[in-house]
């Protein structure tokens, strides 16, 4: 005889478990935030990890990819991506190392520059509308909270 | 003539504009806390998403893949695979659903709940492990923060 398994429906599935790990909740509300930025972002042709690399290039002109890679913990190979859409679009420039001719030094152009302050506003405005409702004492035990999360590692 | 490019060591390279966004902040946190997991997990053969499957498993008996992949925000298709590794392992099984002979209801085996209770300890570990330092109100808050971002999705 078949034996009989317990149906739900969409609304009676829990997560109360997963509930409890500070990690199962920061995932979540990243996944929110994320895809909130993903929308930002898209309408200046930027995805976060673009957004991401251009904005260490405009921060430390010069920048090789490596230390991109480096900065951003995130792969080598995965850099080089970013860093090839960033040039088609023609906001980023490799120019040669005078002292290592394999490695090339990332710049931005003024059309870059231009692109990044305009997202940059966006962003900006996304942050605040992530944390709006909360008080600046609650923002604060956030940032405290993930910076020492982050000293963990 | 060659255009002489500004040169950085490792430890020059600076994040600051990124610094400003809580999201970059929960980004990089996040990945601390996601290296710490894959450790805390691999000693009992799972890893995050296998984790959080099982332990959907263990809290709603009879769950179809496709509640399970709605209640986690990840794609159906992941969502196989996971459900695969676990059968594999012998720690659930899937049974025909009454009302839908297409569909198939997991269950845990009682191997899977066994490696589930190890593992879930472990995890609560690393959790204390991750939160150590902060006093309570600051965790509160951070619960509190990453629930109101959660919510704007």
């Known amino acids: 005889m078949m034996r009989k398994v317990e149906q ?22 990243f996944n929110v935030l994320q895809a909130d930025l993903a929308r930002t972002l898209e309408p200046f042709g930027l995805r976060m990890l673009t957004f991401s690399a251009l904005s260490m290039i405009v921060e ?24 090839d859409r960033l ?13 290592d001719r394999r490695a090339y030094a990332l710049q931005c152009t003024i059309a870059g520059r231009r692109v990044y302050d305009k997202a ?3 962003v900006r405005a996304h942050d605040r509308r992530m944390l709006d409702g909360l008080r600046a004492v609650e ?4 940032k405290k909270a993930l910076a020492r999360i982050e000293g963990r590692g």
């Not at 900065?71 to 080598?76: F, G, I, N, Q, T």
């Not at 980023?92 to 005078?98: D, E, F, L, S």
């Open 87 to 99: 040039e088609e679009a023609g906001w980023v420039t490799r120019a040669p190392c005078a002292d």
């Open 139 to 142: 923002i604060a035990a956030v």
């Open 120 to 122: 940059v506003a966006a």
């Open 60 to 83: 430390n002109p010069g920048l090789r990819p490596s230390q991109l890679a480096g900065a951003l913990s995130v792969e080598r190979a995965n850099v080089v991506v970013y860093v």
């Open 8 to 29: 739900h429906t969409e609304s009676d599935v829990t997560d109360a478990a997963l509930r409890q790990f500070v990690g199962y909740n920061m995932k979540r509300a």
